[in-house]
């Protein structure tokens, strides 16, 4: 099964560590990850930063062993392995539906005495050569996005996934394995699986008639009502020259062909139709699904041995200043930021400049953004997730005619504060060259979930000082009068 492959990675990339990587572990770290951007990091993962720093190796296998060693880890790896064999008795399920097919195929064909040659051909070769074409096809327009056989597999895992797993993870590890599928190893998985299917079916097909001719006496022949005889005749001896040349049978000769038309009544002939029609089965509907399965199982190894975790993700980036091996100490759950990082208070700049809005890793639409803020006259410069956007902020912020005087940035309180969260501001910050505030959301969210704010803003309120910011918690939509009315004495120049 695709979880038991482990290879070495084989693409440099200046993104992407190279790192010896098992499915197994890429899919607890991204569950890992998954979970921690959603809910925020828990307060007791310190340890496990400390096993991350102690191994002294790239990111890649730091962000593994952190993973490994969080709370709840052996639960989330016993749930994938778990997850593991039902995808692979699905799999066994599925290849013996396909050989029963076969059979029942077979034997459906030849239900009577007599055999139509060119019928049977269609319907037990025909069947998978129109399969394998619609493969094709859809390999080609789905090459860049996600084909219908991700979205059935991801379907498919979530639903059985919600009975099977039960560590608080299961949910984070159906949708790390859902990401997985729809990437290049999942994607050759699946053409593998596909191939086995109906490799099965043709073996299940072929070895009924085997049966089937060895038990009973069937009479085989050929007719029809649209092509001509000479027309037929040139399309069987086209069929029998591939099977000639694998040595299977002797070259069909347009006479034998022909007398095949009405039936044939001689044993030898009988046994060469009937050796005929199972070497077209094995041929056409056999070996290239034989080829392709090797050929995709190759493919998945190749992916499997390039699979990586995506360092720049805002979850990774977040953790990195935490788990470098000459990283400062920090306290519980990531809380510290580095002494160096810390700045006096933030002064506004030119008043004539306006405050600009950024929104950090929220969980809004786009739809949602900006938020009202009580009618203050601001710059919208939207939010801002990945690194990416974070440069194009500073970019925008570096060609602003008029300097702003402060940069008002909404953060969620479901997010754990961190050093990476620090750098990132402390650089808007700096591109703006004046004050910082944060403004704190989502505080009714945090307590639903069981976890105590209070401590939650006191991170918050800590990062902001070490960054030369204030901050104060709101609802932004629908800020009460007098947090609004200490936001606006904060953005009033001094007279």
């Not at 500073?394 to 969620?412: G, K, T, W």
Request: charged share 20%; glycine share 10%.
């Amino acid at each position: 099964m695709i979880t038991s492959i482990i290879y070495r990675n084989a693409l440099p990339s200046p993104v992407l560590e190279k790192s010896p990587l098992t499915i197994d572990d890429w899919l607890l770290t991204e569950a890992v990850r998954i979970q921690e951007e959603t809910a925020g990091r828990r307060g007791d993962d310190e340890a496990a930063n400390r096993v991350a720093r102690s191994t002294g190796d790239g990111p890649t296998t730091r962000l593994v062993a952190r993973a490994r060693a969080l709370p709840g880890a052996a639960e989330a790896r016993a749930d994938i392995t778990r997850l593991r064999r039902l995808l692979g008795r699905c799999f066994a399920a599925l290849i013996s539906i396909g050989a029963l097919a076969g059979l029942i195929a077979a034997r459906g064909v030849a239900g009577g005495r007599e055999i139509d040659f060119l019928l049977t051909s269609l319907v037990l070769v025909g069947l998978p050569s129109l399969m394998l074409a619609l493969w094709a096809i859809a390999l080609i327009l789905t090459a860049r996005g996600r084909g219908m056989s991700g979205r059935l597999a991801i379907a498919a895992s979530t639903r059985l996934g919600r009975h099977m797993l039960s560590s608080p993870s299961g949910g984070m590890i159906i949708r790390a394995a859902g990401s997985l599928l729809t990437g290049p190893l999942g994607r050759w998985h699946l053409s593998t699986l596909s191939h086995g299917i109906w490799l099965a079916y043709a073996l299940g097909a072929w070895l009924g008639l085997v049966v089937l001719f060895s038990l009973v006496q069937y009479e085989l022949s050929w007719g029809t009502t649209l092509l001509g005889e000479d027309q037929v005749v040139r399309i069987i001896a086209a069929l029998g020259a591939p099977i000639h040349a694998l040595g299977l049978m002797p070259s069909p000769d347009a006479d034998w062909i022909a007398a095949g038309r009405e039936g044939v009544d001689l044993g030898s002939m009988r046994a060469d139709w009937a050796r005929f029609l199972l070497g077209i089965v094995l041929v056409y509907a056999a070996l290239p699904r034989l080829l392709l399965l090797l050929l995709c199982l190759f493919l998945t190894r190749r992916a499997a041995g390039r699979l990586q975790l995506d360092t720049q993700a805002p979850g990774y980036l977040r953790l990195m200043p935490l788990i470098r091996p000459d990283a400062a100490q920090p306290g519980p759950a990531g809380r510290e930021i580095p002494d160096q990082d810390q700045r006096p208070l933030r002064q506004l700049g030119a008043a004539r400049g306006q405050p600009v809005l950024v929104g950090i890793e929220l969980e809004r639409a786009d739809g949602d953004w900006p938020p009202a803020l009580g009618g203050l006259a601001l710059t919208d410069l939207g939010q801002a997730d990945g690194r990416a956007r974070y440069r194009e902020l500073e970019a925008a912020l570096d060609a602003m005619p008029s300097r702003p005087r402060a940069v008002i940035a909404v953060c969620s309180l479901k997010r754990t504060p961190d050093g990476g969260t620090a750098q990132r501001l402390n650089q808007l910050a700096d591109a703006a060259g004046g004050a910082l505030v944060l403004i704190l959301t989502d505080r009714d969210d945090l307590a639903g979930r069981g976890i105590e704010p209070g401590q939650r803003i006191e991170d918050w309120h800590q990062l902001a000082r070490r960054c030369g910011g204030q901050a104060l918690v709101m609802d932004p939509d629908r800020p009460d009068n007098a947090t609004l009315s200490r936001l606006r004495r904060w953005l009033e120049p001094a007279p």
